[in-house]
């Protein structure tokens, strides 16, 4: 393949479009919740996208700078990231959920020349944006309305997209850290592109696809692996705000295939309608972002007669494994390293290579395989080898048959409904409440979100603490999903001998915390 095919803009746009020739008018998404705007084409998405990119540079961009992006889902959101990366910049999505606070971090590490945020956070948003030297901000609403639609729209039609090259970044996406401070994965054209199309193949997605895509489009998942592979396809998305179990069993009747957190298949088997025939048109279920059960992969089997794909991937690496199309899709594993990633499980320890079926790290070496993290040449160090190797943190092993399966994490690390909570961070703002001593937060076994946030909290002995004053205290700090949903005051953490915090024991003695019929949250 020349090496100008393996740009990202030349997947998303020039290839895409020389693919599709004479296929502008075919549909990219249908907007399942914008009555009066049903459907967007492919002609109209890239012409918005270059609209985007010459308002980027008209607000003052250039190539290599960051946009960093707060707003909610919407086809104009995608427009704005294509058309980022088609004027050379850097798209950096946030989570909606995160706080001014948490915000604030993001804009005064990445130092963005441009901040689009929703326009009724503005008021709060602008001054923070100001404070982290942020050139220009703008906003864009759920409805896509807003001040940078007005400068797109002034804009013609017709953009040339920027020359990047595949180590040229495409994007920034913060992950967040063991110690507590965010890091912000850097991921190059080269990345976005080789996964793209390793998953178009394998996961056989063509023209003729409907994928319902119903994440959040601030994380690989959503904003990666659903859509750079239905746009390389030249496929269709039924495009959701948000993810409703009813309304997603209701499209599938026009779908062809689903991506979704192990939640959205939890949340599907409580739908009395989801049957065989209900789902007799979907081509391919795909899970990953977390573990998904091996008894959720059964039920969905009996239930629908597909077998639940399994993946396995992160942030900093796209993804890394996946179940195979054809052949079987193993309940509790991640299948096998995608074509071009190798994975190696290796002793935490030594790094050296384990013998099949020994448990240890998961290391990924690929093309998909992120530069490092913005501004951190330390960690960077901690976590990418020399070598290439990615030290993952998760903990696994590869069995006789070379199927993968995920154990543990050796980080200190909740996932919630596919969001990720590094104890650390939240743990610092218990800290800081007044009447604190000390904290440990935990993920409990949830059955709704595979795990939820819990927190083991030791008042000082003259305080008077309570649930309720620790839950107001950390509001406006902490996005929602990082808040405890539980709270247990306690008069002492259980310590071994060296002192540390055996979080083991606290896990263990709190494990029914949510399972138990009648749990209430009180976070
Ligand atoms: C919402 N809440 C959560 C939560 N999502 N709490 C914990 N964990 C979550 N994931 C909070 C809400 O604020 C609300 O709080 C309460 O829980 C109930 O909300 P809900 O209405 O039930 O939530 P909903 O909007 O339906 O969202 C649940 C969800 C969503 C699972 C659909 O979280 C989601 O879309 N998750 C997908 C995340 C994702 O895309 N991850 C991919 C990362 S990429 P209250 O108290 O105010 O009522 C990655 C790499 C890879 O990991 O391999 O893919
Ligand atoms: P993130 O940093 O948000 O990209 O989350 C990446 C982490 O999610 C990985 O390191 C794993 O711990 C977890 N993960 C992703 N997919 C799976 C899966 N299929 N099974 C288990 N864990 C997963």
Redesign the pocket.
Known sequence: MPEANRYLENHLAGRLRAASCGREAVCFAELAEAPGRPQISYGDLFAGAERNAKALAAAGLEPGDRVAVQVEKSIEALQLYLGTVLAGGVFLPLNT?YTPAEVRYFLGDAEPRVFVCDPTKLETLQSVAAEAGVGRVLTLSAAGAGSLTDLVEEQEPGFEAVARGRDDLAAILYTSGTTGRSKGAMMTHGNLASNAEVLQESWRFTAEDVLIH???IF????LF?ATNVTLLAGGSLIFRA???AEAVLGDMVRATAMMG?P??YV?LLDCAGLTKEATAGMRVFIS???PLLAETHRLWAERTGHAILE?????ETG?NTSNPYAGARRAGTVGFALPGVEVKITDPASGEALPAGEVGGIEVRGPNVFTGYWRMPEKTREELREDGFFVTGDLGLIDAEGYISIVGRSKDLI??????VYPKEVEALIDAVEGVRESAVIGLPHP??GE??AAVVVPDKEGDLTEAGLAAALKDDLA??KQP?RVFLVDELPRNTMGKVQKNLLRDRYKDSFAAPGAQ?S?
């Open positions: 959920a119903a994440l959040p994380h690989t998942h959503g692996v948000r993810f409703d957190v939640t959205f949340r990953g972002s977390a993946r396995y991937g992160m942030t993804m996932i919630s409904g596919g969001y990720n709704d979100f939820g946030v929602r999903f949903k949250a976070g």
